[in-house]
């Protein structure tokens, strides 16, 4: 299974990607993880990446790469992956698709999009910001992400809706709600694509 998780900051991406990886016995690549990692090791790619995840910008899609492109190679081999927060742009979309396209069992099977209106999206970030010391969630910051969001990320949904892989949620539920009808609405497009 080959999953990506599209949705702004704060919907429970990670949430649900985690839960996710854990059902379908598959890994979940998070970019932002990825990157704190390399921020916090100090690594070369850390550097270069620390002042777009501060300001709350995208990460340029060469270090992206650099980051992701071994491990989306290894999950894939290893039974499927859920990627979540990359691609980001309809650039990047059509990028994957491409070179998804050259390499056997690495193309995307659904991309699973939770819904979430702004006032919540904002309460769960500045929630997020205050339990777990994020120091990327300030009231600044999550105004900023949410307009590139908005900007960059959402109009790469007609890409792959036009593909016939998005699977649109409400993201305003439960936790178990939402994984839930995720789940419900990936085993269907399974079954539909068997």
Avoid: C, N
Wanted: hydrophobic share 45%; proline share 3%.
């Amino acid at each position: 299974m080959r999953l990506l998780m599209v949705a702004p900051p704060g919907a429970g991406k990670g949430t649900q990607a985690t839960r996710l990886a854990r059902h379908y016995s598959i890994a979940h690549l998070s970019s932002g993880d990825l990157f704190r990692r390399e921020v916090a090791a100090g690594s070369d790619i850390g550097r270069q990446a620390a002042g777009y995840l501060e300001r709350g910008d995208l990460v340029p899609d060469r270090l992206v790469l650099d980051v992701l492109a071994p491990h989306v190679l290894a999950a894939a081999a290893e039974g499927g992956y859920v990627l979540d927060g990359y691609p980001r742009t309809l650039a990047q979309a059509q990028e994957a698709y491409e070179v998804a396209g050259r390499i056997s069992g690495v193309e995307l099977q659904a991309v699973v999009h939770l819904e979430v209106g702004r006032d919540e999206l904002r309460r769960r970030l500045l929630a997020r910001a205050r339990a777990d010391g994020r120091v990327d969630d300030t009231e600044s910051v999550i105004g900023h992400r949410l307009d590139v969001y908005e900007r960059e990320t959402a109009p790469m949904l007609e890409f792959y809706a036009a593909r016939g892989l998005v699977v649109d949620m409400d993201g305003e539920q439960t936790v178990e709600e939402v994984f839930q009808a995720i789940v419900g609405a990936v085993d269907a497009l399974r079954a539909g694509l068997s």
